[in-house]
């Protein structure tokens, strides 16, 4: 009888160990074998019995434990400690960690890469910023925020449209059980609009209904749902919040492998859950679908590029030579060719305030390129723009690479202690000394092509390659104030685009009329209204 009741405490506390902790059961997991130490410490104590001495000071075990549980739970212990340090140390696998990101290709200029952009397309909205717009929407049903939380933001493109989109999560556990069938939609935040923020609780008439969530309970909790649907002995990692062109809420799962031992995590592919029914896919890396934005999980690549410059020289290199660090981290950026990379600058080892290229790494297909050129890291870039408003005590956000007029440029915002965009900024990659920064982001690029374009003897005016000298006849002149600063818009003829400049640029813009002839130099970009770089009235003499 006494048997029978361990051996039944036993199976309860093997399912219910399974059923909460769901360790991975493959090798290099170390979840599974703590669990068998575990459950084998749990059954000694159980088989053997234990007994408490008369004077209730000592506790001795009743019988020996059997040899096998002992050898089994001594050997468990060895696999766990062992193992790793054979198999994954460094100091051993030094070249398997440094070429785990693969073949590392050579960029020639970041530029190419990255593709020009209207400013109405800059991401002005981060994730701190959409968090606060989003936890705003809620709190405007008072209902629906005391029941729900806002889960993690994940930022993606929604019919070639920027986003971040955040599922609304239970906020506990009664939460749950009130309201079983699933959390009442998701949020999207423009990442170029900030007034653009949704609360989408219905699709084709249909409600939205976010049932499988990371942190729900019993079946509804995603992980578990994976656990007990297949996946068990799988590497499940990066739960993110996505949606596809129609809408439909997902959880994009990344699955993933150890290469190096106990180390070296290596994404396989996805499995796909429907947020609302539970229904799952699995696709491989190739086959995943097209409106699924990353696969990588940023914590791999971050630890595969860092490795990657780390061993560049083996493993005994106490004189750091040739070791390269990843800067302020990864930021997911989109290229020319619309797919979605990680994006980080590189830098000497001990050196912070410059980088001496930048890499980027395809979100899906873990395909990486290096630009070996110079510049400022993504935090000497912060530290310029706040400088220049250093008495409004703004903070920068984390610095965004765009190419400004084929000039590799890192955009970000400022704003003040709540939080709230203040102004905006511009800093060459190249020269992180060459800032602009505006109320508007319109400011903020005529300020920036002011200063790069009076700076020839820091930056090479040959990398704009888009300079464009017109002699024309002004047909339409009308000048602006704003914040102090007198703008002219002008038009002329022969040439679609509005074209704007400041008095700083030329002193005889303010005197100039309509049919004036005039010479105007300007970098063609995808601006409906163009800044000029100068401005001579051909009709004024020279005094």
Known sequence: MKNIVSISLFIILTILVFYIGMPTINYGFVGFPIVLVVLSIFWIVISTGLQISPNNKQVKIAKRPSKFVVYFMLAVLAYLVVTPIL????????????????????????????????????????????????????????????????????????????????????????????????????????????????????IGGSPVKIKYQPKAYFQSNIKRLLYLNGYATVGLEDFSFEIDDAGMPFWVVTTFKKEIGFSGNEATGIVLINAQTGQMKEYSIATTPKWVDRIQPINFIEEQLNDWGEYVQGYWNFSNENKLQITEGLTLVYGDDNRSYWYTGLTSVGKDESAVGFVLVDTRTKEATFYKQGGATEYAAQSSAQGKVQEKGYQASLPIPYNINNIPTYVMTLKDKGGLVKMFAMVAI???????????????????????????????????????????????????????????????????????????????????????????????????VIDVSSFKNLDLKDN
Request: hydrophobic share 40%.
């Open 430 to 528: 190249s020269d992180y000394t060459i800032v602009g920064v505006g109320n508007t982001m319109r400011e903020a690029l005529t300020s920036y092509k002011n200063v790069y374009n009076m700076s020839d003897n820091k930056v090479n005016p040959n990398s704009v390659s888009n300079r464009k000298v017109l002699k024309t006849i002004i047909t339409r002149i009308q000048n602006d104030v704003k914040n102090g600063n007198s703008f002219y818009y002008f038009k002329v003829k022969d040439y679609p685009n509005i074209f704007v400049g400041s008095s700083q640029i030329s002193n005889q813009l303010p005197v100039t009329m309509i049919g004036d002839s005039v010479s105007i130099s300007f970098d063609v970009d995808m601006e409906a």
């Open 87 to 202: 198999t994954s140390l460094p100091i051993f696998r030094t070249a398997a960690y440094q070429t785990m990101i693969g073949k590392v290709a050579d960029g020639n200029k970041i530029s190419n890469h990255i593709a020009p952009i209207s400013i109405d397309e800059i991401r002005v909205v981060d994730e701190d910023l959409a968090h606060l717009l989003g936890e705003k929407v809620l709190g405007t049903q008072p209902a629906l925020g005391s029941q729900v939380e806002l889960g993690e933001f994940c930022i993606q493109k929604v019919n070639n449209d920027l986003y971040w989109v955040a599922p609304l999560l239970h906020s506990g556990f009664f939460k749950w059980m009130n309201n079983r069938s699933g959390s009442a939609g998701y949020v999207m935040v423009s990442a170029t609009n900030e007034r653009d923020v949704k609360l989408v609780q219905n």
